[in-house]
């Protein structure tokens, strides 16, 4: 039986929607874990700061860390109803770029976002205020300070409650956003470290539809 303790590290975002349902079921069938959640926005490296499984997005650059891949997420253009009632719903990039945009401080590259300029190439937005939160963007969104553009899964959920607006849907482009569990690879994987990624895996194969998108 896998017992001990296991380090997880993941994004806020992913820790609150993604592994938050997945601690209580695991647990109950691996008592014998305990647990140590630590967030953290940005790449980490994982011998540093002792993790045992990180959940990222991205592809991998560093060759000595293996990847499972777990779900793939798309990111949505959203704005709060109290925004749109006082600024107006902009319906091309040309009236994207005229309205307040919510971005990253870290990682910049969030704020291409998976719209086309009239050249093809993404739209790069200019941040009228910036975090490193995808959480944070979140909650300035809901309180009406400006358009962002988050990940699927962290939103739906406001999306379907009327909460934040979807807006150029139709604009969008399907720019994927993969979710992998990163372990190194150069140790002998821990017992822990393997059941707490097939749970992961199963978890995913058998969640209801809309909880996560499968990779």
């Given at each position: 039986t896998p017992r001990g303790l296991l380090r997880i590290d993941a994004a806020t975002p992913v820790m609150l929607h993604f592994l938050m349902p997945l601690i209580k079921p695991f647990r109950e069938?691996?008592?014998?874990i305990t647990l140590s959640l630590v967030s953290s926005e940005t790449f980490i490296n994982l011998i540093e700061?002792?993790?045992?499984?990180?959940?990222?997005?991205?592809?991998?650059t560093d060759s000595s860390l293996r990847a499972r891949p777990l779900f793939t997420s798309y990111r949505k253009i959203i704005a709060s109803p109290d925004y749109i009632a006082r600024f107006g719903k902009p319906?091309?990039?040309?009236?994207?770029k005229?309205?307040?945009?919510?971005?990253?401080?870290?990682?910049?590259?969030?704020?291409?976002?998976?719209?086309?300029?009239?050249d093809g190439q993404l739209h790069e937005i200019e941040c009228g205020i910036s975090s490193n939160s995808g959480?944070?963007?979140?909650?300035?969104?809901?309180?009406?300070?400006?358009?962002?553009?988050?990940s699927d899964y962290m939103i739906d959920k406001e999306i379907a409650r009327?909460?934040?607006?979807?807006?150029?849907?139709?604009?969008?482009l399907p720019v994927e956003m993969p979710f992998s569990a990163v372990y190194y690879s150069d140790r002998a994987v821990s017992t822990r470290i393997r059941?707490?990624?097939?749970?992961?895996?199963?978890?995913?194969?058998?969640?209801?539809?809309?909880?996560?998108?499968?990779?």
């Amino acid at each position: 039986t896998p017992r001990g303790l296991l380090r997880i590290d993941a994004a806020t975002p992913v820790m609150l929607h993604f592994l938050m349902p997945l601690i209580k079921p695991f647990r109950e069938r691996y008592p014998e874990i305990t647990l140590s959640l630590v967030s953290s926005e940005t790449f980490i490296n994982l011998i540093e700061r002792k993790v045992d499984v990180a959940i990222r997005a991205g592809t991998l650059t560093d060759s000595s860390l293996r990847a499972r891949p777990l779900f793939t997420s798309y990111r949505k253009i959203i704005a709060s109803p109290d925004y749109i009632a006082r600024f107006g719903k902009p319906e091309t990039v040309e009236e994207l770029k005229r309205h307040l945009c919510l971005g990253f401080s870290e990682p910049v590259s969030l704020n291409t976002w998976p719209i086309a300029c009239s050249d093809g190439q993404l739209h790069e937005i200019e941040c009228g205020i910036s975090s490193n939160s995808g959480e944070t963007l979140k909650q300035l969104c809901l309180s009406g300070n400006g358009i962002a553009c988050l990940s699927d899964y962290m939103i739906d959920k406001e999306i379907a409650r009327g909460e934040l607006v979807e807006l150029l849907a139709d604009k969008r482009l399907p720019v994927e956003m993969p979710f992998s569990a990163v372990y190194y690879s150069d140790r002998a994987v821990s017992t822990r470290i393997r059941a707490f990624i097939d749970f992961l895996s199963e978890y995913i194969r058998t969640a209801p539809a809309g909880a996560v998108k499968e990779g």
